[in-house]
């Protein structure tokens, strides 16, 4: 089946700092890639929808300037954090897609993130 | 705006024995389809199964079988013959058909008890 790798698994920073996050399809070309956050326990949340060689859409809530997305190719997004505060600290999901709307999803393994 | 709820935060079940988890959706869209995902303590995203909301006949896969009340905003996942293995949180999805969009509910954590 297709691969999602998604990079680094786990990182800590302090807080401040930036942390950038790889979401890569490895055997098809990702049109849609979408980016979910999960406190623990809780649900995954929808945090932004990015198309290939466009601007993401954000969901309302979802500060565009702090967790910049780019889609810069059919197999690569990424997720920057941008001066990351302790309450940014969460497990950071992709998934993608190739194809239309009712193509299947797949989900990389996420990323702890934790700041210090 | 879609809307998809968990109401059974919890759930157990014995070894070998049947359950049922609940859902329950909202949606003013025509073209969607619904999942429902598990989610090992490796957070691992993990399709369990797919149900178009244009068919009628309930998805199954294996020991995993849905019943599909449409009229009713229902999707259940009903687990037979539960396996240590099956321990996990469920989440309940919905899909749009228009924007691809999933989204989660709140989901159930499975307690399979030896």
């Known amino acids: 089946g297709a691969v999602v790798s998604q990079h680094p698994s786990r990182v800590i920073c302090k807080s401040g700092t930036s942390v950038k996050i790889e979401c890569r399809s490895l055997d098809f070309q990702a049109t849609t890639m979408f980016w979910y956050r999960q406190f623990p326990k809780q649900s995954l949340m929808l945090m932004a929808t990015s198309n290939e060689g466009s601007k993401a859409t954000y969901e309302q809530g979802v500060e565009k300037d702090k967790f910049l997305i780019n889609h810069a190719s059919l197999t690569l997004s990424t997720l920057t954090v941008t001066s990351a505060h302790p309450e940014d600290s969460s497990f950071y999901i992709c998934s993608a897609r190739g194809g239309g709307a009712r193509e299947k999803l797949f989900f990389g393994s996420g990323t702890q993130l934790s700041v210090l | 705006a879609q809307t998809v709820t968990q109401s059974q935060p919890e759930m157990s079940v014995q070894e070998a024995e049947t359950v049922t988890l609940s859902c329950t959706y909202d949606?003013?869209?025509?073209?969607?389809?619904l999942f429902w995902y598990k989610q090992p303590p490796s957070r691992q995203m993990i399709l369990v199964i797919r149900?178009?909301?244009?068919?009628?006949q309930n998805a199954t896969e294996n020991r995993f079988s849905v019943n599909f009340q449409k009229a009713a905003k229902s999707f259940s996942l009903k687990i037979s013959d539960s396996q240590l293995g099956d321990a996990a949180m469920y989440f309940c999805a919905y899909g749009s058909g228009n924007t691809g969009k999933l989204i989660f509910g709140q989901g159930t954590t499975l307690q399979v008890k030896p």
């Open positions: 149900q178009e909301a244009y068919k009628q």
């Open positions: 949606t003013s869209e025509s073209d969607y389809y």
